[in-house]
């Protein structure tokens, strides 16, 4: 098993930064597929930026250019720096993880198999 802590969530105002955190613990998790999703409230939740197990980064087009995804060495700490926020990026955030995946990382719900609790980030102008 694999577990998943999401920090650094909070309110912030409209073109403000916020870096949230992922904290994994359990098994070891070898080629993971590592990704943020995000739930507004009434919306599905969605993909957003994924890291595959080659170092590989790939962005929603609503965040490109405005969020980075990395990893600590061992993979031990996902991030997400989220720049230039505005309103509509008021929602829940889920860090995600996937071991062993040498299949695509795609941005989909159902490649992954752990999740974390979830961060809310509101963004208020």
């Known amino acids: 098993q694999v577990q998943l802590v999401e920090s650094g969530g909070g309110s912030v105002q409209t073109g403000g930064s916020l870096k949230l955190s992922c904290a994994r613990s359990?098994?070891?998790?070898?080629?993971?597929?590592m990704g943020w999703f995000r739930q507004a409230p009434g919306k599905e939740r969605e993909g957003i930026a994924v890291?595959?197990?080659?170092?590989?980064?790939n962005y929603q087009d609503s965040v490109k250019g405005r969020f980075i995804i990395s990893a600590d060495n061992n993979r031990n700490t996902l991030y997400l720096q989220m720049n230039s926020l505005k309103s509509e990026d008021t929602a829940m955030y889920y860090c995600?993880?996937?071991?062993?995946?040498?299949?695509?990382?795609?941005?989909?719900?159902?490649?992954?198999?752990?999740w974390g609790q979830g961060a809310q980030v509101i963004v208020s102008s």
């Open positions: 359990g098994n070891t998790c070898s080629h993971s597929c």
């Open positions: 890291l595959d197990g080659d170092g590989n980064q």
């Open positions: 995600a993880a996937r071991c062993n995946l040498w299949a695509p990382c795609l941005m989909v719900n159902s490649v992954f198999r752990y």
